[in-house]
Each structure stands twice: as C-alpha cells, then as structure tokens.
C-alpha cells in the first residue's frame, strides 16, 4: 500500500491513493452527519430523551468519524526519505529528521492484520531501543519515525529498503518473522 521510488542515493516511501479515499469517505459521511443535525434541531418544545440522546449520538459519531477523516488524510500525506544522511518524514502535520548515528532500533515490527491484505507492520526508525515482546513484535513506544507496511509490501520492504539501510548503519535490523497470526 505505499509507492517506492529508489536511486542510487536515497528511497522515497509514499503512500498510494488508499488512505485518500478513506479520507475523501469520512467527510462524506460527517456532512451526513452535521446535515442529520440540522435535521433534529432545532427540538419541539415536548423534547424527549431519545431526542436528545440521538443529538448527541450523532455528535460523538461525527467527531469520530473527522477524527478518522484526519489521520487518513495525515497518513496519506506521510513521505518518508531514506538517505546517506538519515532519514526524514514529513507529512502536512509535521516534519522529523533522524539522522544515522542518532538510530538505535529500527526494523519492521508485526503490528495487527486487516481483513483483506494480510499482516501490517510498521518499518520504524528510533532513537532508543525498543523492548522486544516476541520474534515478530517490538513495543514500539515513544518518538520515532515509522510507517505501515500492509500485506505484499512487507516482501518489497525486506528486499529494498532492509539491505539499503544496512548500507548506511551498523545497527542490525529487527525483521518480524512473516507468518500467519491469530487475532
């Protein structure tokens, strides 16, 4: 699910138009929402309390569903590039350098499964070292640069991006093991 463009001196990770179209969908459906509102309001002067528990139901469900709108248009945004001097992320919500001599973890840690692309991993970059939980999984806790590598991708990540950054560092990478999870 990310795009990956590589030159002989740097890789730039991007994510495709997935992420777009979930963003483009949340707000769909938060302007259903807020035109639900305007709907209920405003109350009869007989409200009752399914009224107003169906106000605010339909409020929470809107604040839930730009929250969501937000960090796919976030995650969309997200470039990471991967060079001589470290590696950069920047998206429209922040921008993060680390550089080579500052990594002391970095690797594809197992994270979760979706329903139909298989196993997400998150490709990591820290500044301190994370706690291993098991021989696909690290505790991935704190600041650092990471993004997801869904399904297919993760066989991409392991055969392009894992041996350019052993170029760069003498750090040694933690692989998760590729294998069928149980939720």
Same mark, same amino acid.
């Given at each position: 699910?990310?795009?990956?463009?590589?030159?002989?001196?740097?890789?730039?990770?991007?994510?495709?138009?997935?992420?777009?179209?979930?963003?483009?969908?949340?707000?769909?459906? =938060?302007? =259903? #929402?807020?035109?639900? /509102? %305007?709907?209920?309001? $405003?109350?009869?002067?007989?409200? &009752?309390?399914?009224? /107003? %528990?169906?106000?605010? %139901? +339909?409020?929470? *469900?809107?604040?839930?569903?730009?929250?969501? #709108?937000?960090?796919?248009? =976030?995650?969309?945004?997200?470039?990471? &590039?991967?060079?001589?001097?470290? +590696?950069?992320?920047?998206? *429209?919500?922040?921008?993060?350098?680390?550089?080579?001599?500052?990594?002391?973890?970095?690797?594809?840690?197992?994270?979760?499964? &979706?329903?139909?692309?298989?196993? &997400?991993?998150?490709?990591?970059?820290?500044?301190?070292?994370? $706690?291993?939980?098991?021989?696909?999984?690290? !505790?991935? !806790?704190?600041?650092?640069?990471?993004?997801?590598?869904? #399904?297919?991708?993760?066989?991409?990540? /392991?055969?392009?991006?894992? $041996? %350019?950054?052993?170029? !760069?560092?003498?750090?040694? $990478?933690? /692989?998760?093991?590729? !294998?069928?999870?149980?939720?």
């Amino acid at each position: 699910m990310f795009e990956l463009s590589q030159s002989n001196n740097q890789i730039i990770i991007k994510r495709n138009t997935t992420f777009l179209g979930i963003g483009v969908v949340t707000i769909i459906m =938060a302007i =259903a #929402g807020i035109r639900l /509102v %305007f709907g209920l309001l $405003p109350f009869e002067e007989n409200y &009752t309390f399914a009224d /107003v %528990f169906g106000l605010i %139901f +339909v409020c929470v *469900w809107i604040l839930i569903v730009l929250s969501m #709108g937000i960090f796919a248009f =976030a995650t969309n945004s997200k470039q990471i &590039t991967i060079n001589n001097d470290g +590696v950069l992320c920047k998206s *429209w919500l922040h921008k993060t350098f680390v550089k080579w001599t500052d990594i002391k973890d970095w690797g594809l840690s197992y994270c979760g499964q &979706t329903r139909f692309e298989g196993n &997400t991993y998150y490709l990591y970059f820290s500044e301190h070292e994370c $706690p291993m939980k098991n021989d696909c999984k690290k !505790k991935l !806790k704190g600041k650092m640069i990471r993004t997801f590598v869904i #399904g297919n991708d993760y066989s991409e990540a /392991v055969s392009k991006i894992i $041996p %350019f950054c052993k170029e !760069k560092t003498d750090i040694i $990478p933690f /692989v998760g093991k590729d !294998k069928h999870h149980l939720i």
